[in-house]
């Protein structure tokens, strides 16, 4: 037996103008939790997608126990015993638990499904890993964990010796979360080994035996988790020391700005998917809503913004009702977004960075000149001071397209854009998804500026992190209503939690 | 990340000239399998686009008006299709758009006020309204009941075409086929035109098709309601979200699109015949029209030369066939143009598939 179950040599993988693997080297010990840490965009994604036969490496060998292999597509990690838990769960929605498990190599009698035999087989890996799975249930009628489970189920079921997570976290409530580090120990107590890739340093602390760092597609280094702090892990991931906490300064909030009274909103079929929502958001405040993906919260910023009819209710900006007020008249009334689709909602990607940043106003005086021509001038100036002010790196300047930005840029000239506006209310949605450590402490920082601009802030997130920096009142939705609204130093985000579960807190309002 | 520098293959503009280029060789080769000298159709081109006939020496002016003429309507027609395309609507209802232009057109050209300059000025006016109106129907059955353009277009001009032949049908003098002759009132020919190029059928419908570009041109790339309308194009979402109203640019885009196609029906109406038409079948100037536009991808320039292109093919018909050219090789060169077009994605794989390899070769991998 090798040292190591698995060991990736001198893996690289180039597409078109990036390098997303550098010579990069992976060495799992078997039956250890291993760690893959790294920012958006360092190649941990890539190395798996290597290892797992979705992608073949330029160049590099793979040894599973010491014997090189070559893992074509993802049939041959399979029959080597090497499973995916994917963060986008692939499971069809109205099979049930063990029709999804045997998916793809459905056992048979003669030449009949024999789907009894792989439900006890399914039942009793599920009490063996402490899954708790029920093998009939309908996938759509469990929760977002359990199905998690069944993919993990997926797994185990095809025997898998290691089993891949791809940042597995990112859509539980910190309950789930918990109960699946509990799940990982269990898995590796059993036998198997486990790869984890994350970003969160929490995690990586609390459950993983060594840790692999990338950055920009190079291997950094492989540590024992327990000899580094979390600080650690956070510089060797950005390469340079990282700051945590913002300095948010205590701030007196002042009168009603934006106020949400008793909505509901229905999405595309009808369904209702906001009812009787109501919230103040007050002058110098953030309010966060937290709340797991899904339960309302892209209905409630849709009728917020106009971009979603409001079914009933009424929203008050500044005392004025602007819900039956078009996009644009709500823009011109004082309210700024920064959508969680940055690509989608947030810019034009042909367009250039001096275009996207008066989408909201180019039609102003500011821009006129005679005969109704645009003045592209005056947009270009205006450009060249948001590029300066907001720190935006690009390739030519004011002219540079959109669309070749990177994405923390892209959010800059989306957030400059917005905040050159002076809008009274600024409804913010996931405003630092994707981004890389650095653009994330400066787009909070922002934030926090505009707070104290006296600027009512209504920011959704589902990271809780994030929620707990930066707001002052928190409000967790759930299923499309709020649960409670708390003050940010009077929870926790293990109450938080629970709250996004749907249950109510001792204690809070 | 690395950023690369601009090349060629990423201009449009390149490609587009690449691409009519490869549709003329493969044509030559067609020409050659079929057994006839391909120089004989470059001959053809030649004084199509010149006037000078290389073989006995001889220069004819009138044939330069010709191509001229017959760019206008592909010209328009472009237009009319681009302008759409860049707010991301597919206007297969050129065609529709032009007969209505058309039919107008004839109709006031018969029955409207005799008196010199205002009764073309009233057809010409009166082929771009309905036009705008054709155009515009499709808009707003876009915009407010999200009705496919494709699919209303497509029907509209059937509508256009049977509706067409009512109407010219009850026109004075009508047969089967054609009305009386049209007032001289009605004309938009320009007699200095007619002298300098030996009675070709060059008429002022050139300079309104000179002003429909620069018309284009403007409201595109220099006014906010072209911003606007980019805007909308490029990404409907972030345009919506941007309070941008997109309901208003694609029904105006639609109308102004329509704009372009009736002015070149009227143009055609009361430029190239002296009568009016009933018309048996489709013109296809509309359907040309989007391989102009997308030949010439769109903007105001690229549609131009693409527009002057397909004119100078289409005056090389009988040009070709008096030298024993099939003039179906015309056809044959202009499908091949679009089919390359469409191949504009290929090369762009074949561009990346050549960066990798360039890229590998510097970070040292075999």
Redesign the interface.
């Given at each position: 037996m090798s040292e190591y179950a698995i060991e990736m040599r001198g893996i690289?993988k180039?597409?078109?103008?990036?390098?997303a693997n550098?010579n990069v080297t992976l060495q799992v010990r078997p039956r250890e939790i291993h760690a893959l840490l790294g920012e958006n965009g360092a190649g941990k994604s890539t190395l798996m997608s290597i290892l797992f036969g979705s992608y073949s490496a330029?160049?590099g060998q793979i040894f599973l126990d010491g014997e090189e292999v070559f893992i074509k597509n993802p049939n041959v990690a399979t029959a080597l015993g090497i499973g995916m838990v994917h963060q986008h769960f692939k499971l069809v929605q109205n099979y049930t638990v063990t029709e999804n498990i045997v998916l793809g190599m459905e056992p048979t009698k003669g030449r009949l499904l024999d789907l009894k035999s792989a439900r006890a087989k399914v039942a009793e890996l599920s009490e063996q890993y402490g899954l708790s799975v029920d093998p009939d249930a309908l996938i759509e009628e469990i929760t977002v964990g359990q199905q998690q489970r069944v993919e993990i189920l997926k797994t185990l079921f095809r025997n898998a010796n290691i089993i891949i997570f791809d940042e597995p976290t990112a859509v539980l409530t910190p309950q789930e979360i918990d109960e699946l580090m509990e799940i990982l120990r269990k898995l590796k107590s059993e036998g198997k080994t486990i790869l984890l890739i994350t970003h969160k340093l929490r995690e990586i602390k609390e459950v993983a035996d060594r840790c692999t760092v990338l950055r920009r597609g190079r291997y950094i280094g492989t540590v024992d988790v327990s000899d580094v702090s979390e600080q650690d892990l956070a510089e060797m991931m950005v390469g340079r020391a990282v700051k945590f906490e913002i300095d948010k300064p205590e701030q007196a909030a002042g009168s009603v700005v934006l106020s949400l009274q008793d909505l509901e909103v229905r999405d595309g079929s009808g369904l209702v998917k906001v009812k009787g929502l109501s919230l103040d958001v007050h002058e110098g405040e953030i309010v966060g809503i937290a709340g797991v993906d899904g339960n309302g919260q892209s209905e409630l910023l849709g009728a917020i913004?106009g971009?979603l009819p409001l079914a009933k209710g009424a929203i008050l900006l500044d005392g004025t009702h602007i819900e039956k007020l078009?996009?644009?008249?709500?823009?011109?009334a004082g309210l700024g977004?920064i959508?969680e689709d940055r690509q989608?909602?947030?810019?034009?990607?042909?367009?250039t960075i001096a275009?996207n940043s008066a989408?909201?106003n180019?039609?102003h005086e500011r821009?006129?000149k005679r005969f109704?021509?645009?003045d592209f001038a005056a947009m270009e100036k205006d450009a060249d001071s948001l590029i300066e002010q907001f720190d935006i790196r690009s390739?030519e300047g004011a002219a540079t397209k959109a669309g070749?930005l990177?994405g923390g840029n892209q959010q800059k000239v989306i957030v400059a854009r917005e905040i050159s506006l002076s809008p009274k209310v600024l409804v913010v949605a996931q405003p630092t998804r994707g981004l890389d450590v650095g653009a994330i402490e400066y787009i909070r920082k922002r934030i926090i500026e505009e707070r104290g601009k006296g600027r009512a802030i209504l920011l959704v997130s589902f990271e809780l992190d994030e929620i707990m920096n930066l707001c002052d009142r928190i409000a967790t939705i759930s299923k499309g209503q709020i649960v409670a609204v708390n003050r940010q130093d009077e929870v926790n985000e293990y109450q938080i939690g629970l709250m996004m579960a749907g249950s109510r807190v001792e204690g809070a309002q | 990340?690395?950023?690369?520098k601009k090349r060629w293959i990423e201009s449009d503009g390149a490609v587009s000239v690449l691409v009519v280029l490869m549709g003329f060789f493969v044509g030559t080769i067609l020409v050659a399998l079929v057994g006839k000298n391909p120089l004989n159709m470059y001959k053809a081109l030649l004084q199509a686009l010149s006037g000078y006939n290389i073989d006995n020496g001889r220069m004819n002016v009138r044939y330069i008006g010709e191509t001229l003429n017959y760019s206008v309507p592909f010209i328009l027609c472009g237009l009319s299709m681009g302008f759409a395309n860049r707010v991301g609507l597919f206007n297969i209802g050129g065609e529709g758009q032009y007969i209505m232009g058309l039919t107008l057109a004839q109709t006031i050209a018969l029955l409207g006020p005799q008196v010199p300059v205002v009764h073309w000025l009233l057809a010409i006016v009166a082929a771009i309204v309905i036009g705008a109106i054709w155009g515009g129907m499709v808009g707003i059955l876009k915009a407010r009941y999200e009705v496919s353009e494709v699919v209303s277009t497509i029907m509209l001009n059937y509508v256009a075409l049977y509706l067409s032949r009512i109407i010219c049908l009850q026109l004075p003098g009508a047969t089967t086929y054609k009305t009386a002759n049209f007032p001289k009132t009605a004309l938009i020919e320009n007699l200095f035109f007619q002298k300098i190029t030996h009675n070709s059928l060059l008429n002022n419908g050139i300079f309104m098709m000179i002003g429909a570009v620069i018309i284009y041109w403007y409201i595109m790339e220099?006014?906010?309601?072209g911003?606007?309308m980019?805007?909308t194009g490029?990404?409907k979402?972030?345009?919506?979200?941007?309070?941008?109203?997109v309901v208003k640019s694609i029904t105006i885009s639609m109308a102004i699109s329509g704009a372009f196609a009736g002015l070149a029906g009227g143009i055609v109406a009361l430029g190239s015949f002296k009568y009016g038409r009933v018309l048996a079948g489709m013109d296809n100037y509309g359907f040309d029209g989007i391989a102009v536009a997308l030949v010439g991808n769109c903007t105001a320039l690229g549609t131009t030369l693409a527009g002057l292109l397909f004119g100078l093919l289409k005056n090389a018909q009988a040009l070709m066939q008096g030298k024993q050219i099939p003039k179906e090789i015309t056809f044959i060169i202009q499908g091949l143009i679009v089919i390359f077009i469409a191949l504009r994605s290929a090369l762009k794989l074949y561009q990346?598939f050549l960066?990798?390899r360039k890229?590998?070769k510097e970070?040292g991998?075999?």
């Open positions: 690289t180039t597409f078109p103008g990036v390098v550098d330029d160049s913004t971009l078009t996009i644009r008249e709500r823009i011109e977004y959508p989608k909602y947030g810019l034009v990607a042909d367009f275009e989408l909201k180019y039609y821009y006129k109704s021509l645009l390739a070749s990177s | 990340m690395t950023t690369t220099k006014t906010s309601l911003y606007g980019r805007a490029f990404n979402d972030a345009a919506r979200a941007s309070g941008i109203p990346e960066d990798k890229l590998q970070v991998i075999k």
